[in-house]
């Protein structure tokens, strides 16, 4: 009976770090996307004051 719910709650903590690795993965391309707009504004806003300068 131990070793039964040994096995029970082992395979329950399995299950939630691979529900929290989905859920960081997900967070992570979420952030990388807006890291990747934030870098086209940086480069527009860049050239504006290149251009602001001329």
Known sequence: EFRDKLTALRS???YES????EQV???RKRLQGE???LRV???S???DI???AK
Do not use: G
């Open 18 to 21: 691979e529900v929290l690795l």
């Open 50 to 52: 290149c251009t602001a």
């Open 41 to 43: 504004q940086d480069v």
């Open 12 to 14: 329950e903590s399995e």
């Open 45 to 47: 806003l860049q050239e």
């Open 35 to 37: 890291l990747e707009l």
């Open 25 to 27: 993965e997900e967070e």
